[in-house]
């Protein structure tokens, strides 16, 4: 047996190379180590024959004892038996070939079971240079050793080896059973594991942990290697940055519900209610106020933080008042002040408002409540700590939203205006009843819609003709606005106006259509009127385009009358409008309605007429009289939610005067005149 034979013959892994790095020979244990059998390793580069990982680190072991000729070493791992990285202490030295008297370069792996530090030492470098800490755990002891690295996270562990049970009783639960499943199954690399870790100088620390399953040496023992890392200023800084988002976002949602809270608010005190509710939480402010202008005096409102007591300095002040608040409104610049100080500074005539505490101890915004070529009609004022100062951007946001709140106080304010003139000419639209009619009872009642001005093209009527019998009018004008009730109250006077002259319903309708065809207007009309005879209760009704009529009954039952007659008014010149009578009967009503009663988006027209038939037939049958008719049925038709307008007019015949005999050309004696009729059994 020659020298390098010998050499080979080592239990662990051995092999000669030539000095430029080619393998001469090597025995089975190297050949296994570099993952491939004896033939096919023979003449390559042994560098080559390593994981890239650790083809480096080969390369300099040979080149540095070839070329230096003296011993050198290396720690160098490869893949064992079941995934574990064999972690082994290679040496390289020159030796001659009695064969041929070469040089050769002998590798070898050393027995490190003497000295397993010398394993651990390129593993600690590493570690330190990454801002790392290692534990080694021993499964036979049940114990860790900590091997070094962060300083920072030395300071987590006091001991350099503690058992396992006294390093998871600083784990939070929560992480125990994980991290103990993670040291004692490890697998050969494992992903990285979060865990909470207390300390008893810093509190709690966000630790993350990554095991390592390793063989120290080729014929040492197996340990697992616990690489630590730090995260607790990186997962405090993700918290932050997360808290920031969150509060940006919220933030964002304040202000987008705040910007659309004001522009839907409908009345001055839903606008002073957005505002006193949402400013100060929009900017992190203590406390807000709110002051508008009414004939040039301020009217104050506070928020929950500042008490009447406190602002009733400002209240009722003069704008002509040498102090910050009325000179923001009066130039429409905002005022920021500080402190104190600042105040008397800048205000030193207006030092009696010092009283208003906000004013002393806080920093103080006012923010004028401006419109484009408008004079402010008010400001807001929100104070913060003192010694606070908004940024650029919270001042310019600040601003925007008071122009926004002052477009919509300017909005609210001009709206209410046309509501009350819509009201008073609304009010003057509507038509007296008579009083102390003979044997009957009339009520009326109307509801404008919701949509547009609070004023609509619904009416009624009704008022004794020349001959002592009633007129009853009910119509519905297309439309929402003052061009419909204008319009309304040329069909309802024109109707009156012909009346007087010519009481055969269907002339009137004639008449007034010829009148209002002639004008080519833009709008229509529907219409139904009857002329009731209060002695006999003989009914001549006719309609244009108009809902039927509705009779309920004492008994409960109730009729759809469907009256002849024509189109709308105002659209088809020369037309005649047909009639037809009937008798209202004593202790019978008579209810006229539009179509807002009893049409909506829900509700058809069918449904709608039985509806508002079944609560007439009910009230009649109960003994209530007209004007309790009518509250009941308007009470309905407002409850569906209707959008139009909605009118009622309600006849009631009482028969409490008598009646004189009926004459020829009756309602009861002309019984081929009586309208289409729906009679129905009602509650009975």
């Known amino acids: 047996m020659d020298v390098s034979d010998a050499l080979l013959l080592r239990a662990g892994p051995s092999a000669l190379l030539t000095l430029d790095g080619a393998v001469r020979s090597l025995n089975a244990a190297m050949a296994t180590a570099l993952g491939g059998p004896v033939e096919q390793c023979l003449g390559r580069d042994f560098g080559d ?27 160098l791992d490869f893949p064992g038996r079941g995934g574990a990285c064999i972690v082994c202490l290679l040496e390289a030295r020159l030796v001659k070939d009695p064969a041929g008297d070469e040089q050769l370069v002998w590798v070898h792996a050393l027995d490190a079971r003497n000295d397993m530090a010398s394993l651990l030492i390129p593993f600690r470098v590493a570690i330190e240079a990454a801002d790392l800490g290692l534990w080694m755990y021993s499964p036979q002891g049940d114990w860790l050793e900590w091997l070094g690295g962060k300083l920072v996270l030395a300071a987590l562990y006091p001991d350099h080896t503690a058992p396992l049970s006294r390093v998871i009783s600083a784990v939070r639960p929560d992480d125990r059973e994980a991290f103990r499943q993670l040291l004692r199954s490890a697998p050969a690399r494992s992903p990285w594991m979060r865990l909470r870790y207390l300390t008893d100088h810093d509190g709690w620390h966000q630790l993350a942990a990554q095991t390592r399953r390793i063989q120290l040496g080729f014929d040492g023992p197996e340990r697992s290697f616990v690489v630590v890392r730090d995260d607790t200023k990186q997962a ?59 004939d040039g005096r301020l009217r104050v409102f506070t928020d929950a933080r500042i008490t009447m007591g406190e602002a009733e300095a400002l209240h009722g002040m003069s704008l002509d008042h040498p102090s910050a608040l009325p000179e923001a409104i009066r130039t429409g610049k905002p005022q920021f002040i500080p402190d104190r100080k600042d105040y008397i500074r800048r205000w030193p005539h207006g030092v009696g408002l010092l009283r208003l505490a906000r004013l002393g101890d806080y920093a103080v915004a006012m923010t004028p409540l401006s419109e484009a070529g408008n004079q402010p009609l008010g400001a807001w004022h929100v104070y913060y700590d003192s010694g606070y100062r908004p940024s650029l951007e919270e001042r310019t946001l600040m601003g925007t939203l008071a122009d926004l709140a002052g477009q919509a106080l300017r909005r609210i304010r001009l709206q209410q205006a046309r509501v009350e003139l819509a009201t008073a000419l609304q009010q003057t639209m509507l038509p007296t009843l008579p009083e102390h009619l003979p044997g009957l009872e009339v009520a009326a009642r109307y509801r404008p819609s919701r949509d547009g001005l609070d004023i609509g093209g619904d009416w009624y009527d009704a008022f004794v003709t020349p001959d002592g019998a009633i007129a009853l009018e009910i119509g519905d004008v297309q439309g929402h ?186 309602a009861r004696t002309a019984g081929k005149n009586r309208p289409r009729t729906r009679p129905v059994t009602g509650i009975g």
Not at 61 to 71: D, E, F, G, S, Y
Not at 510 to 533: K, V
């Open 481 to 666: 606005d003052v061009d419909a009730a204008a319009f309304m109250g040329l069909v309802r006077l024109s109707m009156r106006a012909i009346a007087a002259q010519e009481p055969d319903p269907g002339t009137v309708l004639m008449r007034t259509n010829e009148l209002l065809t002639t004008m080519e207007p833009e709008r229509f009309a529907s219409c139904t009127i009857l002329h009731l005879d209060p002695h006999n209760g003989r009914v001549t009704g006719t309609s244009a385009g108009h809902v039927p009529v509705l009779c309920a009954h004492r008994d409960g039952s109730y009729e759809i009358c469907e009256l002849p007659g024509g189109p709308v008014l105002g659209v088809v010149p020369d037309t005649e409008y047909r009639e037809e009578t009937f008798t209202l009967d004593e202790d019978s009503t008579l209810v006229m309605v539009t179509d807002g009663v009893v049409e909506g988006p829900d509700l058809t027209l069918e449904a709608g007429l039985e509806r508002a038939g079944t609560l007439a037939a009910r009230a009649v049958h109960d003994g209530l009289n007209a004007e309790a008719t009518a509250d009941r049925i308007l009470d309905a038709a407002v409850a569906v939610d209707h959008l139009d307008d909605v009118a009622v007019l309600v006849i009631r015949r009482t028969g409490r005067r008598p009646r004189p005999q009926p004459t020829p050309g009756s």
């Open 236 to 294: 405090k800084h993700r918290e932050e940055v997360q808290a920031a988002l969150t509060a940006e976002r919220q933030r964002a949602k304040d202000i987008a519900d705040f910007s659309s809270a004001l522009i839907t608010a409908a009345t001055e005190q839903e606008m002073q209610q957005v505002v006193l509710t949402r400013l100060a939480a929009t900017f992190g402010a203590n406390g807000a106020l709110l002051a508008l202008v009414d």
């Open 49 to 75: 024959l390593w994981p890239a990982s650790q083809r480096i680190s080969a390369e300099t072991l040979v080149v540095h004892a070839a070329r230096t000729k003296t011993v050198a070493m290396r720690v």
